[in-house]
């Protein structure tokens, strides 16, 4: 979907607002006066005023980010080396470090928290799609759900780093890799016939997956328990 050309406008016009008073009414009315429109357009563009820019804001950073994607060279590149390659890119993507520190700091409300995981949940899903990522079973969840807990420690890390990025880098390699030994592990866990009474749950729920852009039903979960 296209984003409206005046609230592209308000989220430029935002920004130099929010290192002061971060993502608030106060710097939303600020980026209203800014370009000149009528408040209440504004507030038709974004019911929830500066809260609708910060998640455009993220949202930005994960397109520029894919488009990055399509034109790296990742042919050389090792499968934990292009997700690290992607992550890196997408904090390439951000134009305004403060700007998501502020974020970091509006999502973290507890009011908030569903939104700042949808968003999170949505940059891991685009760097998998940006690598090609086909699966559509449980893996689809599993590959997003462990990407986002590693993107989001990034995150905190590369918000306290004042490297020239090279520690930013080796955490990102660091975080991956304790990725990678933990399915070593669990790939070793589902090959033992000792742990078939524990894993024969986790296949009946890939197996009642119906779409991979769909959360199964967390309800489903204590029954499915029941039956093993």
């Known amino acids: 979907m296209q984003t409206d050309p005046v609230k592209l406008q308000l989220l430029d016009a935002i920004g130099p607002h929010v ?11 600020a980026a209203v006066a800014d370009i000149g429109i009528d408040p209440a357009h504004a507030a038709t563009l974004c019911p929830r005023g500066a809260v609708d820019l ?10 520029a980010m ?3 994607m399509q034109t790296a060279d990742l042919a050389d590149m090792r499968y934990s080396e ?8 997408r904090l390439d993507a951000v134009p305004d470090k403060e700007a998501v520190r502020r974020a970091t700091t509006l999502f973290a409300l507890p009011h908030m928290a569903p939104d700042g995981a949808k968003l999170i949940w949505g940059t891991a899903d685009a760097i998998w799609t940006a690598l090609g990522d086909t699966s559509d079973d449980i893996n689809w969840y599993s590959k997003r ?4 807990a590693v993107y989001g420690s990034v995150v905190l890390y590369w918000l306290g780093d004042t490297s020239d990025g090279s520690a930013t880098d080796a955490f990102i390699a660091r975080r991956i890799d304790n990725v990678m030994q933990f399915e070593k592990v669990k790939a070793q866990i589902n090959a033992n016939p000792l742990f078939k ?5 986790l296949g009946r729920l890939a197996a009642s ?13 204590p029954g499915m328990w029941r039956r093993s």
């Not at 292009?82 to 890119?89: D, P, T």
């Open 209 to 221: 997956v119906k779409a991979p852009n769909q959360m199964p039903d967390l309800d489903d979960l």
């Open 197 to 201: 009474p524990l894993t024969g749950p």
């Open 82 to 89: 292009k997700v690290a390659h992607a992550i890196r890119l």
């Open 66 to 68: 894919t488009q990055a």
């Open 19 to 29: 290192a002061f008073d971060g993502w608030s009414p106060t710097a939303f009315d």
């Open 145 to 148: 759900s462990i990407l986002s």
């Open 54 to 63: 910060a998640i455009l804001s993220h949202q930005q950073g994960d397109a």
